[in-house]
């Protein structure tokens, strides 16, 4: 930075690092340099006054159209698989450990029941054991998967698009559980 | 239902109209806009650079590959050109604005001397 560039420069230059990263590699020279030119024709304290009104209110609007964006379904369709797995996973090491390794924890249905609960409680309670991971795998399934009809043709298409290293370790994960759960409700019926 | 486009905020219809007549800058294009609204749209470096990522987003502009005059030109500023689709939203946009006033002309709510 040149020194005759100023403090309001400093400022702007430092305002512009406020934005998402993503506008800034692609924006943030050229919007340096528009400050620049507005700089050489009207080096005034209005027209800093007026650029800094302007910055702050976009880095924020940017910031938030950022937050949205991450926020999109596929983020949250993610997160509740995510959150299924771990609620799952900790459920069945804890009910383990208390029959098995005699661990002095509070029995995980009771936890999440309280000392009376109500017939539909303990049906969701056993709906979340036995198809938790299978909504899991949905969850992170889902959002990725492409289904068309082609009424002419009378056939289906069914496309997986794409997902991502975590995503796919975690369907895999929760499609392993389902399979194992599967396997187990067809021998208790043999 | 209708499929008339949205009207377009003030900072897009200008960029738009200050780009219909040849390639600009950023700065040029702040300039052009201030200009064609008679001092009223003072748009800022933010808002201008909000507008033209939705808008290169949206294909109603595009980079444009060649710089007028590179030798005078500093290298960091990048030239911007409107789309036949920028074109498009421009005139659907000016067609809106042309129906409101002969409306508001028909309530004689505009173009009559006071």
């Known amino acids: 930075m040149k020194a005759a560039e100023g403090l309001p420069y400093a400022l702007a230059r430092m305002c512009v690092q406020l934005y998402p990263r993503e506008f800034r590699d692609r924006f943030a020279d050229e919007l340096l340099q528009t400050c620049r030119d507005g700089m050489r024709q009207h080096a005034s304290l209005h027209f800093w006054l007026d650029t800094f009104s302007d910055l702050i209110p976009s880095v924020l609007r940017e910031q938030a159209e950022q937050a949205r964006l991450n926020m999109k379904a596929t983020n949250i369709f993610k997160g509740f698989g995510f959150l299924l797995i771990v609620l799952w996973v900790a459920i069945l090491a804890a009910s383990l450990g208390i029959a098995y390794l005699g661990w002095g924890i509070p029995d995980p249905m009771l936890l999440m029941l309280g000392e009376s609960f109500s017939s539909l409680e303990m049906a969701l309670f056993d709906g979340l054991i036995v198809f938790g991971p299978f909504l899991a795998l949905l969850a992170f399934l889902g959002p990725s998967l492409r289904v068309r009809f082609d009424r002419s043709q009378r056939s289906m298409e069914i496309r997986v698009l794409p997902i991502g290293r975590f995503s796919a370790l975690m369907a895999v994960f929760s499609g392993l559980i389902s399979l194992a759960i599967f396997a187990i409700f067809i021998v208790s019926r043999m | ?114």
């Open chain 2, 1 to 114: 239902m209708t499929n008339d486009p949205a009207p377009l905020t003030p900072a897009v219809f200008h960029i738009l109209l200050a780009l219909s007549d040849g390639d600009k800058h950023g700065y040029r294009i702040m300039q052009t806009a201030l200009a064609q609204s008679n001092g009223r749209l003072r748009m800022g470096p933010g808002t201008l650079y909000g507008s033209i990522k939705r808008m290169l987003a949206d294909g109603l502009i595009e980079e444009a590959g060649e710089r007028p005059d590179p030798a005078l030109d500093d290298e960091r500023r990048r030239y911007y050109r409107i789309t036949a689709q920028g074109r498009g939203a421009l005139r659907a946009e000016a067609e809106r604005i042309a129906a409101l006033a002969a409306q508001l002309q028909s309530l004689h709510l505009i173009g009559e001397n006071k």
